[in-house]
Structures are given as structure tokens and as C-alpha cells.
């Protein structure tokens, strides 16, 4: 019976550490854990050099006084593996390894994938994180196993950081927004300890807050899985920001779907699903973390703005317009409170300009911020950026401090300091505020990104079911849109009246006995409209016959003409090797791709988390009637989606496509259909 593999806790907190390599990388291990204060015992090891770092050097590993806690291996590849399996032998906690050209090696004539495959056999059960990567920062108890300058520093508790490049997380460390981090991690290559075995074991310490993620590859899909439930168990928020928005990592295939999910619709769906925050830039992901540390998941996405400056109020209003935040109407008794502590010439709104009139009035500035929070808000902000300490004397903004510290005591709700620009929130001041309970955002736009994120968080977020990750079994092939209608119909996909003909004149026999109007089409042909091989609304077996003769097709499918349509809709599914199969809704029809108008879940998704993604379409208003048109019957097309969805589940196949569905105020029917059963590149 296999061993179970050792936990992580060893590795990141450890009591010994073991240093295995005599260069510079190593000995700069060696002062990185001498500088962020760690206490426990440090053992070079070298066969040849007398001392490392400026300790003395142990000529192996057996040599040790006992097996070590966690070891940092910087030694070239080759040895590294050796290495690894004396320390597995010897029982110790766990290893970095520091080493590149392993998997990540895309030379031809490399033997990275073998040597990655005889890491992994010499690791066994002890846990390993890499290889190509920096290793780990552990700022709550002080180690350092890290080979190079870093900016952390040591804190009582704050938010985990792990990412897959190991110079982004030096960057990372460099910030200076205040963020507290407790754990900075890179995970390399992710040979066997990926991303979500080390979330999950950062999470266990009672002194994280938040982690954040910097995705490249996803990895193993069911431990994210579990990643997110054990974070929904500890009521810990993950943020992510997941690299690989563009699509030609993709090529789009003989369907629109392809091209409308790209490389990272599933990624995005995933994490979605997994109740994960998205954001797109570094800078949210550290705000964002930033403000889940101070205050948490917010309440709702309803906010409120001060600021003595109107042009600071719209800038802010402004800013918030490409977020989903909100800033309410003024009500009654905020109304009533400004008006008492700001007088009658101050015009009342949300974002508020103050004016200048109560600058250095604690007590008015405490009154009118608690006044602004009286609304069904979730947070506030006070917008203010700090002079240069250099220059100027920032003693009357301490007293805005002072007022916001305030009314944060008498509402009870967090208010935060809002510097315009980065640079004008000083990481001192920063500190200062997180202190005193505070939240310090460093610029409008990343401070809008947050709050949206927090926004998002703070929402209910049920477990959801796992992914479906079976891969297509079918052979590779791509059925006739007749084969694939009737596969969808005898699962409850509406489809219209048809027959097939191998003639002209068998055509509009058919079409007669179909009924008018008929669509005839060419089979065999992908994107019929743009080959020319669909013509609509023919009303006679004349018209039928014509139409036919001038097509370049060798048989036919005639069908009836759905007529009185709302809108046209694409459903898709397509098989993505990385993240299962993506549910895709869309506006559909010939100008699917020119619209980009789509959602992507992830199979499977409930009727409810369908008809959520339908309403987000910019063609939704069309669904629900525009400017007095009839609505479509919103019924029929999720239970389209639905039969699909069913489909793909009982029977995995690469790809369908229905589009276009044309829904009406009675039906949703599938005007064309597509099922590609397998890889057939």
C-alpha cells in the first residue's frame, strides 16, 4: 500500500533548515533567513567547500544531525534528483527545488519530461514544491527560503500570496500599499505539490486572512475543488488573477463556439463556479486582498463617497462607471444629517463634495461622514491624498482621520481612506490606518476593482457540484445536421419539421408535404450561410426546385420555416482538455462572432445558474419583450439548454452547437445543429 504523502507543515514552518549547495543562490538562502529572523537551526550542505554563507558546511546529507525540516536544494538538476530521494529516505519535512530544465524545458532534444517523471519517483511521499521556482516566504514565524532579495517583512497575521513565477512574486513582495503578507509562495513547475495543495495548507493557519492566487495553468481541477470548499469551510476569501486572455492558444474549430469560449472562458467559468474572485491586473489583486484583510467580504455593492473636491467626486464617480459598484441616491435622513453638519450651500449627492468650508473641523467632518453612512450601504470612503512628508506638514489631514476613525465607531461601518493616485497613499500612512481599523486604498481605479471583488465575495456562494470531466469516447467525425437534430430531439431539443431529398424534384415533393414556407439547405456543408448552401422563405415547390438545382450540394434537407422569432440564441458545448466541458449561450445567428455577445458556465449548471447567464446578454432585453414586443418564451429555451447540457453528459462528445436556437413567444427551436464526437485533427 502506497504511503500517504506528508503534509506541508514541516515545509513552511519550520524548526531546521537544510541548504544544499555551495553557491551564491545558497548562501543567499542562508541571509535571507538570517535577516527576516529565523531562529531555528540552518545546515549547509557541501562535499568540498568548509562553510557556506558564513556557517559551517556539513559534506552530506546523511551527515546531518538529523533529518531536516525543510531543505532548499540549489544544485543543478541532476543532483537535485539525488538529493531529493537521500531526503526522502531520511524522513525530512520537505524540499525546494530551486533547479530549472525539468517539464518546463521545451528544447527537442531535452529529457526534462523523464527527469521531472524521476523527481517525482525520488520524492516519494515527502512534499516537494517545483521545481524551476524561488521557494517560499513565511512572514508570521520568520523563513526565508528564498534565494534572493525580497520586500517582505514580518507580520502577526495577513494574506497568503502564491504564484507560478517566481519574478512576479518578487515584485509582488515589493509592494508598498501596506498589504501585511503572511505567506509568499512560488510553485514552479508544480511536479507535485500544486497550487491548491499549497492554498489549502496556507489557509489551515489561523493567522491567514485571504489568499490570493497568480495562475499560468490551473492543474488539478479537483483540488481547486477542494481548495475553495475548505476556504467556504474557514470563511477565508480567494481572489485570482489567471493569466492567458488571449486566444490563439486556441484554434477555433468548424463551429462559433470555439471561438467564442477561447483558451480562457473555462478558466473563468471554473473559478467563478468555485465562489474565486477574478481580477486582470497585480494591482487589483493586492487591493483587493488589502481590503478583505482590513474589512472582509463586503455586504453589498452599495457605497458612498466624500471627497472636498468636485472634480475628485466625479473622477471617482467616473472611475466606478467600468466596476460593479454602486453609489444610492441620497435618502431622507442622510439628506438631513448633511444638511445640519455642512449647511446650505453645499449641493447634496452621492458622490459627495463636501467643499472646503468644515477642512480642519473634526467635529463637522465626523458628523458629515457619519451623516453619508446612514443609507443601506456597505462601506464608505473618504477620498484623500496625503502630501509629500518631504515637503509639506500633513497635520490637518490627520484630523480627517481622526472624523473617519470617528464615524467608523458610531455607524459601524468600515470607511476607507481613498488616495487618487498610489503614490499618495505613503505605505506609513498605510500601516497607520490598517491600524486603526481603516482601509487604505491606493488609487481609484484599483479601489473600485476591489470593492467589486469584495462585492462579489460577499454574496451567497452554495458548494457546487464537481466539473464533468469525462473526455469525449466517441470517434472522431462530425454528424450531418439531420443525424445530429435527431440525437438533440430524443433528448427534448425542439427542432423543426423535416425530410431529405437526393434531387431537386424530390425536394419540392417533400417541401409540399413539409409545408410552406420551407428552408431549404445543402447538406454536408459547415456555415451554410456563408457557402451559400441555405435559402429561407420559399413558398412553392417551384421556388423549392430552382433554389435546389443552383445550390453545390448532392442532397438536401428541407424544413419548415420558424416564423415570429424574438431572437436567435447559440447553444454550444466544447470539450476543454484543461477545465471539462464549457456551457456557452450567446447571441446567435450569422452575426454570432461579430457580436461577442456570450456566457460560459461549466457542465454542469443548474437551471437557475443558466437563466442568470441568459439575463446577462446584451440581448436580453430582446428575450423579455423591447419597446413592446413580445417576450420570448424564456421556459422553452432553458429547457433547450437544459436537453443539451443532458446530452453531452450521457453521451461526451467534443463539441455541439445549436445555432441558430430561435426562440419565440411559444417555442425555442434548433434551426441548425452541429456534433462534432470526437478529436479528429
Not at 472582509?296 to 459598484?325: F, Q
Not at 438631513?336 to 447634496?348: N, Q
Not at 433528448?491 to 431529405?500: A, E, I, K, T
Not at 419548415?560 to 454550444?572: D, N, P, Q, S
Amino acid at each position: 500500500m502506497a504511503r500517504q504523502r506528508q503534509t506541508l507543515d514541516r515545509l513552511l514552518r519550520p524548526r531546521s533548515v537544510a541548504v544544499i549547495g555551495g553557491g551564491t543562490w545558497c548562501a543567499n538562502v542562508i541571509d535571507q533567513c538570517r535577516k527576516i529572523g529565523f531562529t531555528g537551526d540552518i545546515w549547509p550542505v557541501h562535499p568540498s567547500k568548509p562553510e557556506v554563507g558564513g556557517i559551517a558546511a556539513y559534506p552530506s546529507i546523511e551527515a546531518l544531525p538529523s533529518p531536516p525540516d525543510a531543505s532548499f536544494i540549489g544544485v543543478n538538476r541532476d543532483i537535485t534528483i539525488d538529493a531529493v530521494r537521500t531526503l526522502a529516505t531520511a524522513d525530512a519535512g520537505g524540499a525546494i527545488c530551486f533547479a530549472s530544465g525539468f517539464r518546463e524545458a521545451k528544447a527537442e532534444l531535452d529529457d526534462g519530461d523523464h527527469l521531472e517523471d524521476a523527481l517525482l519517483d525520488a520524492a516519494g511521499d515527502m512534499p516537494i514544491i517545483g521545481p524551476n521556482c524561488y521557494g517560499l516566504i513565511n512572514c508570521l514565524d520568520g523563513v526565508a527560503l528564498w534565494p534572493d532579495q525580497h520586500g517582505a517583512e514580518r507580520v502577526e497575521n495577513g494574506v497568503a500570496l502564491i504564484t507560478q513565477s517566481s519574478n512576479i512574486a518578487i515584485n509582488l513582495t515589493m509592494q508598498t500599499r501596506g498589504v501585511p503578507l503572511a505567506y509568499v509562495v512560488t510553485a514552479g513547475n508544480q511536479a507535485q505539490t500544486g497550487l491548491a495543495d499549497i492554498g489549502t495548507a496556507v489557509l489551515e493557519d489561523p493567522r491567514v486572512t485571504a489568499l490570493g492566487l497568480h495562475i499560468e495553468g490551473m492543474g488539478d481541477l479537483r483540488a481547486m475543488e477542494a481548495l475553495a470548499d475548505r476556504a467556504r469551510d474557514l470563511g477565508k476569501p480567494i481572489v485570482a488573477l489567471k493569466i492567458g486572455r488571449s486566444d490563439q492558444a486556441r484554434a477555433a474549430t468548424i463551429s462559433h463556439t470555439a471561438s467564442l469560449a477561447g483558451s480562457d472562458a473555462g478558466a473563468r467559468a471554473f473559478l467563478s463556479r468555485l465562489g474565486i474572485a477574478q481580477v486582470s491586473q497585480l494591482s487589483d489583486l493586492l487591493e483587493t486582498l488589502k481590503l478583505l484583510h482590513v474589512v472582509g467580504p463586503l455586504a453589498s455593492d452599495r457605497i458612498a463617497s466624500a471627497s472636498c473636491s468636485g472634480g475628485e467626486a466625479s473622477l471617482i464617480a467616473d472611475t466606478a462607471v467600468d466596476h460593479a459598484v454602486k453609489f444610492p441616491t441620497l435618502n431622507d435622513r442622510q439628506k438631513s444629517g448633511l444638511r445640519t453638519a455642512l449647511g446650505p450651500k453645499v449641493a447634496l449627492a452621492n458622490p459627495l463634495d463636501y467643499h472646503t468650508y468644515i477642512w480642519g473641523d473634526v467635529k463637522a467632518l465626523t458628523d458629515t461622514f457619519a451623516a453619508l453612512m446612514q443609507g443601506d450601504l456597505a462601506m464608505g470612503m473618504v477620498v484623500l491624498d496625503f502630501p509629500r512628508a518631504d515637503r509639506c506638514d500633513a497635520a490637518e489631514w490627520d484630523k480627517v482621520i481622526e472624523a473617519v476613525a470617528e464615524a467608523q465607531r458610531i455607524t459601524g461601518r468600515p470607511i476607507g481612506i481613498l488616495a487618487s493616485l498610489p503614490e499618495t497613499m505613503p505605505e506609513v500612512t498605510a500601516k497607520r490606518l490598517m491600524q486603526a481599523g481603516i482601509m487604505p486604498f491606493s488609487g481609484m481605479r484599483a479601489a473600485m476593482a476591489a470593492i467589486e471583488c469584495a462585492a462579489w465575495l460577499g454574496k451567497p456562494c452554495p458548494q457546487p457540484a464537481p466539473v464533468f470531466l469525462t473526455p469525449p469516447v466517441m470517434a472522431g467525425g462530425v454528424l450531418t445536421e439531420a443525424k445530429a437534430k435527431d440525437a438533440l430531439r430524443s433528448y427534448g431539443l425542439q427542432v423543426p419539421q423535416s425530410g431529405h431529398a437526393q434531387s431537386p424534384e424530390q425536394a419540392a415533393q417533400i417541401a409540399a408535404s413539409v409545408g410552406f414556407p420551407i428552408v431549404l439547405k445543402g447538406e454536408g456543408v459547415a456555415h451554410k450561410t456563408e457557402a451559400g448552401a441555405v435559402v429561407l422563405n420559399l413558398i412553392d415547390e417551384a421556388a423549392v426546385q430552382e433554389a435546389a438545382r443552383t445550390m453545390c450540394a448532392h442532397s438536401f434537407l428541407i424544413e419548415e420555416m420558424i416564423t415570429g422569432g424574438v431572437a436567435e440564441l447559440l447553444i454550444g458545448v466544447t470539450h476543454d482538455a484543461a477545465h471539462g466541458y464549457l456551457l456557452t449561450v450567446a447571441a446567435g445567428g450569422t452575426l454570432t462572432e461579430i457580436l461577442q455577445d456570450s456566457q460560459t458556465l461549466l457542465v454542469p449548471s443548474t437551471r437557475q445558474d443558466v437563466d442568470a447567464a441568459i439575463n446577462r446578454l446584451k440581448i436580453a432585453p430582446l428575450l423579455h419583450g423591447y419597446r413592446g414586443a413580445p417576450p420570448a418564451n424564456i421556459d422553452a429555451i432553458l429547457d433547450a439548454v437544459m436537453s443539451v447540457q443532458t446530452f453531452v453528459q450521457e453521451n461526451p462528445v467534443a463539441e455541439i452547437e445549436v445555432n441558430p436556437l430561435i426562440a419565440t413567444p411559444d417555442r425555442a427551436v434548433a434551426a441548425d445543429a452541429l456534433i462534432r464526437t470526437g478529436d479528429n485533427s
